[in-house]
Every structure is written in C-alpha cells, then in structure tokens.
C-alpha cells in the first residue's frame, strides 16, 4: 500500500453551516485532562465522541499551548471530515452524491474524496467485489438499528443488489456520479481508519513526541507511552466485552483495526445478524468469525485487511491475511483464536495459545 498523502487541511469554516454544528458538538465533550507523571512531563488525555464512535487521544506535549493546539487542529479537522462524508448529514459530499444519483449530475470531490475512493476502488477490485462501498441500499436492508419480525426476501435482496456495483461509480479527476439511480455510497468501511491515519499525520506535524490516536477502537501510535516501551493494546473479546482476549504491544508508527459482528449486529431465531455484508451474497457473514484483528503501518490497511477477513472467515480468511503484505491479525473463530504467521510478534504474553497457518 503506497503511503498515503497530508490530510487536506479542510475544518469546520470551510463548511460553514454544517461544519460548524459539528466543531461545537466536539467542543463541548472533548475536555482536555491532564494525566499525572513521576517526571514532571505534561501527558493528556483528550475524550470525545465523532464519527459514530467514542474516540480519544492520549499524548505528551512539550507544553500546554502545544496540547492546545493539537486539540484544537485535530478537533477543526475532524469536524470538517464528518461534514464532508457523512453520509447522516443532509447537507454533506456523500449526501449530495446520493441524492444526485442517476441523473448524470457531476459532483465536485476534494483531495481527501479522491484518497477515499482510490481506497474503495482498490479494495472492491482486490476482494472481487465482496467489498463494495456502495452498498449502502443492502445495508439498510439488514440495518441492525430495525427492528426485524423477518429476514429480508431474497426479492428484497436481489433489488437491493441492483442498486449496488462500483462499475457505475464514474470518476474524472475532481468530480464524481452515481450511474444509476437509486444507488447510494457508504464511506464507513474505511473513513474512520482514514481519519486515524490522517491526525497521526497532523500530531507529528504539530511537533507531538508521543501519542495515541483512537476513533471508535481503530488505533494508531506514534513515540511511546508515558511508561515507555512499546504500546499496549487490549483487543477485546466479543463474548465479554469488559475483557480482551488477547493483548498486544504496538510499536511507534504502528496501528490496528478490528472487524466484528458483535456489536452492530440484530439476533434472529438464534443467529446473529451483524453490519458486515458480503456484496457478492447480498447477506451478513454468519460464519462463526465473530472479530478479526490486524495489525499494519496504516490504520486504513488494517481497516480494510480485517474487513476483507472478516467476510470470509476462519481459515479462508487467515489465509488472505497471510497472502497479505505488510499484515498480521488474528481471528476469533467457533471458540478459536487464528493467528496470522507472525502475529506472535505482536502479543504480549508470547505463551496464549493460537493456532497458526503458514
């Protein structure tokens, strides 16, 4: 995976209406604590919730207006990207994509757009279409916020299907449309990792020595802890999410995502339902593989590697975690935890009991 390019600096005034709603939505929650250390150095903890998802960052500045002034560049950041793509704002990019849909309308895309769908497009392309970021007609289909007295028909299903297809995506430098109509694109599988690697990009500009960034458990780790050493990640476990089922050390300039059915998920007649889709049946992944770990340079490539795991599970998906580069992860599987051929390296206690494939 190529590295990827500087965040577009783009915040909340450059959205005006929007944005702005957002930015003041962050500020009110995303409180700045300071963290006590033996050694006088002024660690932080910053607390929040965006994208959907609780997020945080924990990090060592040089002094409080270098604190502040990450706070407040990440937090412009992050508002001016969830105004951008949400796909929940009215007034959004992904909003006005969709609404424009088949009519043969061109939309205006920025930088981080044009990073975004080269993301999609290379992914749709590396899993023959089982991922698909549009869609989104499927995921309402089996929307796990509904409540379900039954499953979907496999009308339902095939008319949904028909809406979906990155081959109608059409691109030109700058702009975008949808084909078809009816069809709708759905960032969420990757815009989360994207923003990761994008404010671990904006904390080593602002000058950060040490931090953690984490949107909605998809984390990325610059320097080292406030202990020292390597970072350490709790990965948990579906069955008791107060637990973790393993624990990993994270190096600087390392990251991991985790894919699962457990959280965002419905249950029908005993079998849970959850919000990741394989495009090519039109249904959940019921499998077994309820979580899917992986580690990587960027967040982004351990996003997509864990999702690209997840649909196929257990020793299928292993074994595309193993034909990858620059990848390792592991998989819950029927009772089973599956590790990648040196997901070793990353454990803490190199004694947990994994089963491997090389």
Not at 5 to 19: F, I, K, M, N
Not at 101 to 108: L, R
Not at 154 to 172: F, L, N, Y
Not at 287 to 312: D, F, N, P, Q, R
Request: charge should be negative; include cysteine.
């Amino acid at each position: 995976m190529s590295e990827l390019p500087s965040p577009q600096r783009s915040t909340a005034a450059d959205h005006p209406l929007r944005g702005i709603e957002v930015r003041e939505r962050l500020e009110k929650t995303a409180a700045l604590v300071r963290q006590p250390d033996e050694e006088g150095r002024l660690w932080f903890d910053c607390e929040f919730r965006a994208l959907g998802s609780e997020c945080g960052f924990y990090f060592h500045s040089r002094d409080e207006d270098q604190a502040y002034e990450f706070r407040r560049a990440a937090l412009d950041w992050l508002s001016g990207f969830e105004a951008r793509f949400s796909r929940f704002l009215p007034d959004s990019v992904v909003s006005a994509i969709n609404a424009r849909a088949g009519t043969g309308e061109w939309i205006g895309i920025d930088r981080d757009m044009e990073s975004l769908l080269d993301l999609c497009e290379d992914w749709n392309f590396r899993t023959g279409g089982a991922f698909d970021a549009t869609s989104l007609p499927l995921s309402r289909l089996w929307s796990w916020k509904a409540s379900h007295d039954q499953l979907p028909t496999p009308e339902e299903i095939a008319s949904a299907r028909q809406r979906m297809g990155w081959k109608d995506v059409i691109r030109e430098p700058g702009r975008i449309r949808l084909d078809r109509p009816g069809m709708e694109l759905d960032l969420g599988g990757v815009g989360k990792e994207y923003a990761a690697d994008s404010l671990r990009t904006l904390g080593i500009q602002v000058g950060l020595p040490d931090f953690m960034i984490s949107l909605g458990g998809d984390i990325t780790v610059h320097g080292t802890p406030q202990e020292g050493g390597d970072w350490e990640i709790g990965l948990e476990d579906p069955e008791q999410t107060e637990y973790t089922h393993s624990d990993i050390c994270l190096p600087s300039g390392m990251a991991v995502a985790t894919s699962g059915d457990y959280r965002r998920c419905f249950n029908f007649n005993g079998v849970r339902y959850g919000h990741i889709l394989d495009c090519l049946t039109g249904m959940p992944v019921t499998h077994g593989t309820c979580a899917v770990s992986v580690v990587a340079k960027h967040c982004t490539l351990a996003g997509l590697a864990s999702t690209s795991a997840m649909i196929l599970g257990g020793t299928e998906g292993l074994a595309e975690l193993n034909r990858m580069f620059g990848v390792e992860g592991c998989l819950l599987s029927r009772g089973s935890l599956l590790a990648s051929q040196n997901f070793d390296d990353y454990l803490l206690d190199e004694d947990d009991d994994v089963e491997g494939q090389n």
